[in-house]
């Protein structure tokens, strides 16, 4: 059983920089493709960064291209979402999800297991 546990969230200012935690047990991170969801308030989930399993391909919303980094450290079997220059439209639930697909990573029905999620608040 696949579980992944979300941390690092918090409440920052326009500008600031967070990192989030995603802690994958059951699998070993190397073997499945990760992808990092976020949900505002009165919105559908989107897809804001995506990995796949061999990390040869990685994308990433334009909404977030040049400020957000996915990386992963297969020793702690653990996946990254570095966020940068913050803004306050990035405010959201941000969730880590997995899944051994390869193909339709943006799509968060190809995703077969899900944390909990963690706050992001960005004040201007």
């Known amino acids: 059983q696949v579980q992944l546990v979300e941390s690092g969230g918090g409440l920052v200012q326009a500008g600031d920089s967070l990192r989030l935690s995603c802690a994958v047990s059951?699998?070993?991170?190397?073997?499945?493709?990760m992808g990092w969801f976020r949900q505002a308030p009165g919105k559908e989930r989107a897809c804001v960064v995506f990995i796949t399993s061999s990390g040869s391909i990685t994308w990433y919303a334009d909404s977030v291209k040049g400020r957000f980094t996915i990386s992963r450290d297969n020793a702690k079997n653990t996946v990254y979402l570095e966020m940068n220059s913050l803004k306050p439209e990035d405010t959201a639930v941000y969730y880590c999800?997995?899944?051994?697909?390869?193909?339709?990573?943006?799509?968060?029905?190809?995703?077969?297991?899900w944390g909990q999620g963690t706050q992001v608040t960005v004040s201007s």
């Open positions: 059951g699998r070993t991170v190397s073997s499945l493709s």
């Open positions: 999800a997995a899944t051994a697909r390869v193909v339709g990573l943006s799509n968060g029905l190809k995703y077969d297991y």
